[in-house]
């Protein structure tokens, strides 16, 4: 029998360990035992792919790159390592040469329905959805057990309006792999679309059953809720979203807004500041003064609005809403200011005249009142118009 030599046992123990540390998932010496490896054989094949693997699973993608082409030039019908190669550049974004390596590992092996899935995801990713629609489908030609193209296949449908369409292949993801928790959550956003708020329910909660992991499931459902006027339903879910995302502002503002529409005025004034404290962003500030105001704390409302207009000297909404919260507590001057910032910033906008004007008219101006409601009907407003009209104006 005839015997290994001495440099065929030394490649055979390196390989050995490599693979041995790349199911242990210990990168780092698989790539050093692939190395030593291909110091014994520089043309071995799977050591070459592996050791390109183990790159491109640790981020070093040039190297990744050069492997597999290296691996291509000793075998270059090898379709395997084009959908590899085409992995690394969809890493790194090179979209064009990703597009080349799918479309060869695809003339290599036309039955490979692993290239038609990426080169689909690719053209997702690319927001070209009908490309994707299409290279979906010759995936689940060839393999229509795929679940993930499934789920991906009717997240397209979903991009470009097809609802029914979406459903369809959605549920037939769900179907294939009950524990493909996005599969759900994507039906529940489909099913959510054409106003199918139960369905979208039960899909979200069955996202969540499988998976209580995924905030964007919480999100939707909570959504949903508060399209079906469930306040609390919704509150519950924020609550639950913000313990998961304590960094997170959304969680808070979303829970604000669910407290403002139940008029559970300082409940929310409490979560927006949540908010702020995390994220100091300008329309939080708005929604704040929202709150102070329906409960009438005008100076604490023009303070939240004074704070938008820092961060954003040309927010004409907090302007305006900075106005009417100044006309309300009587500081018709700063009321004054503000809708004439309005106005320099847009010279044709009616709700910062007729307010003006009702400045003018607590003032008992009556002449500075008509001007400004007559520009405010100019420029729009026609309850205005029908004001002036009928009190003999026009």
Same mark, same amino acid.
């Given at each position: ?12 123990r ?20 692939f190395?030593?490896?291909?110091? $014994? ?54 979209f ?8 060869? #590992? ?14 689909a ?26 679940a993930?193209?499934?789920?991906n ?10 609802y ?22 994507n039906?529940?956003? #489909? ?5 199918k708020?139960k369905?979208a ?7 969540i ?6 905030p964007?499931?919480? *999100? ?6 508060i ?5 609390e *339903? ?6 639950k ?16 807004h ?51 207009? $820092? ?7 907090a302007?305006? *809403?900075?106005?009417? #919260? ?21 010279p ?8 003006l004007?009702?400045?003018y ?7 500075? $009142?008509?001007?400004?409601? %007559?520009?405010?009907? %100019? ?16």
């Amino acid at each position: 029998m005839k015997q290994l030599s001495k440099k065929s046992k030394e490649e055979n123990r390196y390989k050995h360990n490599a693979i041995t540390n790349l199911q242990n998932k210990n990168y780092q010496k698989a790539i050093e035992n692939f190395i030593k490896a291909l110091e $014994q054989d520089p043309t071995d094949i799977y050591c070459l792919k592996m050791l390109a693997y183990c790159y491109y699973v640790t981020g070093a993608y040039d190297s990744a790159i050069k492997l597999y082409n290296r691996v291509l030039k000793i075998k270059p019908d090898l379709a395997d390592v084009y959908n590899n190669l085409g992995n690394v550049y969809y890493k790194i974004n090179n979209f064009d040469e990703a597009i080349k390596a799918y479309e060869n #590992a695809i003339k290599y092996s036309p039955e490979n329905h692993n290239a038609y899935f990426n080169l689909a995801n690719l053209h997702m990713h690319k927001e070209d959805y009908y490309k994707a629609i299409e290279f979906y489908h010759k995936a689940l030609e060839i393999n229509d057990k795929n679940a993930k193209a499934c789920n991906n296949l009717g997240n397209a449908y979903y991009q470009v309006e097809q609802y029914d369409k979406a459903i369809e292949y959605l549920e037939k993801a769900a179907k294939l792999d009950g524990n493909l928790a996005t599969a759900y959550n994507n039906l529940g956003n #489909a099913y959510s679309k054409i106003g199918k708020m139960k369905e979208a329910i039960d899909a979200y909660k069955n996202s969540i059953f499988v998976n209580p992991d995924i905030p964007d499931t919480y *999100k939707n459902l909570a959504i949903t809720h508060i399209e079906n006027n469930e306040y609390e *339903k919704a509150i519950h879910l924020f609550k639950k979203l913000s313990v998961m995302q304590p960094q997170d502002p959304m969680p808070f503002i979303n829970l604000g807004h669910s407290h403002f529409e139940k008029k559970e005025y300082t409940k929310a004034i409490d979560n927006y500041l949540n908010a702020i404290f995390l994220d100091p962003r300008p329309e939080f500030y708005i929604y704040l003064g929202d709150a102070y105001s329906e409960k009438r704390a005008w100076d604490k409302a023009m303070e939240a609005y004074d704070k938008t207009i $820092q961060k954003d000297p040309s927010n004409a909404v907090a302007l305006v *809403k900075l106005g009417i #919260a100044a006309t309300n507590s009587g500081n018709y001057h700063k009321a004054i200011e503000a809708f004439q910032k309005v106005i320099e910033l847009t010279p044709t906008h009616p709700e910062a005249y007729y307010n003006l004007g009702r400045v003018y008219a607590l003032k008992e101006d009556k002449a500075n $009142q008509i001007h400004y409601y %007559k520009l405010a009907a %100019k420029y729009g407003d026609k309850d205005v118009y029908n004001w002036l009209k009928e009190n003999g104006y026009l």
